[in-house]
T-cell receptor, first 112, second 114 residues
């Protein structure tokens, strides 16, 4: 069975500081990993994905994520947070031919 | 290129009524997913359709049902509405089931049950 954990309900960071939103997963087979962002009363927007290859993937709005197979993690990072990054972030996993499974979400607050 | 479109944007119903929500996927996408999101919380998986077939179903009662049409658009029906069905219903589409592509989400349909 596939599963995703986001151990922090809420992450607070000061504007200009680096941010990390954590994600760990469990899947049989090779994982396809995704990060999405959701602003209030909106649908989810795709940020980035890892399918294969380089463990560090870069995405939209300056976000990046590092795939760590041994730790089964896929943490989202950004070197310098903006107030406008404040939103709800979801990690998701799927394997070939299987359903997408989403984590519970982490609310990021960037304080000015 | 048009994204995933959902209708209606908002829907208000009373307990016991039926609601029908519609979704048009991105052109070329054959998989459609439905999720329920209550009060800005996590996504609860409802249904997954691919090539007209139901591929998977979440842990919801049978009064939640849907279908996918030959043009890959989809419909979610909720019968005998209950107050706790009030939520944002999100539709997403992707390329065929075996692909590595991401999901593309619509803006959602907000269902309010009074």
């Amino acid at each position: 069975a596939q599963s995703v954990a986001q151990p922090e309900d809420q992450v607070n960071v000061a504007e200009g500081n680096p941010l990390t939103v954590k994600c760990t997963y469990s899947v049989s087979g090779n994982p396809y990993l995704f990060w999405y962002v959701q602003y209030p009363n909106r649908g989810l927007q795709f940020l980035l994905k890892y399918i294969t290859g380089d463990n560090l993937v870069k995405g939209s709005y300056g976000f990046e994520a590092e795939f760590n197979k041994s730790q089964t993690s896929f943490h989202l990072k950004k070197p310098s947070a903006l107030v406008s990054d404040s939103a709800l972030y979801f990690c998701a996993v799927r394997s070939y031919g299987q359903n997408f499974v989403f984590g519970p979400g982490t609310r990021l607050s960037v304080l000015p | 290129e048009a994204g995933v479109t959902q209708s209606p944007t908002h829907l208000i119903k009373t307990r016991g009524q039926q609601a029908t929500l519609r979704c048009s996927p991105i052109s070329g996408h054959t998989s459609v997913y439905w999720y329920q999101q209550a009060l800005g919380l996590g996504l609860q998986f409802l249904l997954w359709y691919d090539e007209g077939e139901e591929r998977n179903r979440g842990n919801f009662p049978p009064r939640f049902s849907g279908r996918q049409f030959p043009n890959y658009s989809s419909e979610l029906n909720v019968n005998a509405l209950e107050l706790e069905d009030s939520a944002l219903y999100l539709c997403a589409s992707s390329l065929e089931a075996g692909a590595t592509g991401e999901l593309f989400f619509g803006e959602g349909s907000r269902l309010t049950v009074l």
